[in-house]
């Protein structure tokens, strides 16, 4: 039989792919739908894979909760890094978008030092100093490489270590399912606000690939949740990194982008950061939270 580790490693390997998915999907779709009805396509078809792990007694009573205003907070900072991520995949290359969000983990720990109290060291510090020195290669300011749209991973990033603190709050007492199933909510009554403003009516073919976007984002977060419970997360955190992997892969094959250099530079150095960050934390016995709950 297998070990829980190796259970935890599949686990996070289906979720690496599931967002994979998602993003390309996202990327293929931009060019012709509104980000709003993106989001909405995310939310709606997300609610598939959550009504498997919801028991079956919180049917009746599935939105009851003590915490309503952090539900929320977590929910609607989760739609603007959704929204951030989807600006981000749709006008810059698609491996260096995702690269950019590796970097969330850098943002968490210091929003966590900021509202929950948590001491940084002198490790995590420099770990910080590495991730954000790979996000400025990355971005290249000042340079004729550097572009605007750079902003909307990064953005994703900031809302991302918000959200980071709202989930260790909540997770003390909320299930995961509850968690989850607010944000989801959210996603699809933002999505629909916003097909007021601009809407493009699908075509068969293509709900082909808008439906699957919902499947394949809470797919993954659940797998996501599930490898954490089975496995230590200096086993399963390196294997999330096959998102870059296939972010590269697709970029080059579908969508005709060659990475720049500092891409790949930056990107080591955001992955040693946030292999140090998850290291600390382990030892410490602080709750992690593992980029892409969004």
Known sequence: MFSSN???VFYMA?????????????????????????????????????????????YKNLFQ????????????????????????????????AITITFAAPI?????????????????????IIVGLLGVVIILKPGTEFFTIYSIFPLMFCIFFGSIAVMIKQLSKTEPDY??????????????????????????????????????????????LTMSLRRASVSTVTPIKYLSLVFATLA???????IPHLTTFVGAILIILSSL????????????????RQV
């Not at 900072?77 to 491996?95: C, D, Q, R």
């Open 14 to 58: 289906i979720s690496a792919m599931s967002f994979s998915i998602m993003d390309i999907l996202v990327k293929l779709m931009s060019a012709t739908y509104p980000t709003g009805e993106l989001v909405f396509f995310r939310g709606f078809f997300g609610l598939i894979p959550i009504f498997f792990i919801i028991p079956r007694e919180r």
């Open 178 to 223: 509850l968690i989850i199933i607010y944000f989801t909510i959210t996603l699809i009554f933002c999505g629909i606000i916003s097909m007021f403003f601009d809407f493009k009516l699908p075509t068969l073919a293509d709900l082909l690939f808008l439906i699957p976007i919902g499947i394949a984002g809470s797919t993954g977060n659940i797998f």
């Open 276 to 291: 140090i960050i998850f290291k600390r934390e382990q030892i410490k016995k602080v709750s992690p939270v593992v980029t």
């Open 107 to 127: 943002f968490a720990t210091i929003f966590s030092m900021i509202f929950l109290g948590e001491q940084v060291r002198i490790y995590r510090w420099i770990a």
């Open 251 to 257: 970029g080059i094959f579908i969508f005709n982008e």
């Open 6 to 8: 190796q259970i935890g």
């Open 65 to 96: 909760t003590t915490k309503l205003k952090l539900h929320l907070g977590r929910a609607i900072f989760g739609t603007l890094g959704m929204v951030s991520i989807f600006l981000g995949v749709k006008f810059l290359p698609i491996a260096e």
